[in-house]
């Protein structure tokens, strides 16, 4: 079955597929886009930033855009099934990208398996929940209908960067392919637009997940020429950045230290190699952003345009050597920072920007509120209504865990981390947005970080077992 999976180009899952029918209906549909690994340097978040993302911030104009919202986790298995579930991983165990979720949360009810009982068909492609090996973490029970597929496939014959001892078949970047229709997010994307193209008679409930920018970072050609190697806007970097951070962060990022250290090295070898690395991120987000942009041009030709709730998301951000470190995988702002927005024609007036701290739990119980389906009382997120009707309200702060017993708070401005040793880190994002000084040491500060650390949960549930399959 497995080897089935992953042969065919389009497979459908056990459920069928839909007849065309009736276009009409009065409850709203639901289109739900998640990116992954898209972090904050587009010019969604500010004009100036290098990345070019015209279609999300076209989607952002006909509805709310938050612009501090964070995930659950700065990682894919446990930020995804936060957002599905509605539950956060210090009340799951879902820690790790091998962590087995559904193993260890049999009776938990998906978004998805919600507005399935609720009428909805469901249907999906691309990176939903964390695929993991051989589509590991995939669930099936939470669609209709799925076309599966391999994320990384087609691989060029070599690594096209030539580092061949720099980590693994991922840790490369450059053009390719030359087709765009062999990439697994065009097919993605044609799966959406086939989907909204076809009548329905009950409503919709339709995932699209992008995999771009993930790595590696492979896209054609033309997206890399939206990005000049002369022209290249290169991250700020602050030399010695870890000399303030606390025994917890170093115990956390000890096994990822190896990405920046072999970039270093990969430098040492090719002095444009980092350059060439930022380059291609850039290339695969504006890849990213062109692909929600086919996918939004169908639903605006389709009869569903003014009655479909859209929710875009990405599951974390991405470190591109920002405090010396290369990936996710960690509790800082550019690990947990990237794009949320909503749209509900009639409900959330176009243009709102939020400034409010939320973070990713808040997607399942806004959706179920701007449906009007029955509340749910069993998730940990909160709906982000009251934001919707006025952004100046109270709202809880963003939490965030990456692993056992490290959380971290986004309030107002500041940014406050709690390893599980004890040791901490406090960022006043205003003067600091890079989080290059760490204010935990200093006594002024002790204050905040006492009524932050109030916010820092008690119990902490232990890790669940790593997938078998």
Known sequence: MKIFLFTCLLVYSLFGIQEPINA?????????????????WTTLFNDENPIQTP??????????????AYAASPACNPSRVAVMTGLRPHNTGVYGNNSDWRRALPEAQTIQQYFMENGYYVGGAGKVFHHGQDWAFHDNTSFHEFLLMQMNKPYPPDKLNGLEWYGSRNTDWGPWPERIEETVDYKTTEYAIDFLQREHDQPFFLNVGIYKP?????????????????????????????????????QLMEKTKWFWEGMERAMEEDPGSYKEFIQAYQACASFADFMVGRVLDALNKSPYRDNTIIVLWSDHGFHLGEKEHIEKFALWEKATHMPLIFVAPGQIT?????????????????????????KKDDLDG????????????????????YKKGNHAICKDYWRYIQYGDGSEELYDLRSDPHEWNNLAYEPRYQNIIEELRAYIPQENAAPVADSKR
């Open 214 to 250: 993930h790595s590696p970072f492979f896209v054609p050609e033309a997206f890399f020429e939206k990005y000049p190697l002369e022209e290249i806007t290169m991250p700020l970097l602050k030399q010695n950045d870890w000399q303030d951070l606390p025994s917890g962060a170093e």
């Open 350 to 374: 176009p243009g709102m920007v939020i400034d409010t701290p939320v973070d990713l739990t808040a997607i399942y119980p806004t959706l179920i509120d701007l449906a009007e389906l029955e």
């Open 382 to 401: 909160h709906s982000l209504l009251p934001l919707l009707s006025n952004p100046e309200a109270n709202f809880p702060p963003a939490l965030m865990t």
């Open 24 to 40: 009409q209906q009065s409850q709203p549909n639901i289109l739900f886009i998640a990116i992954d690994d898209m972090n904050d």
């Open 55 to 68: 279609n999300l911030e076209k989607l952002a104009e006909r509805g709310a855009f938050f612009t501090h």
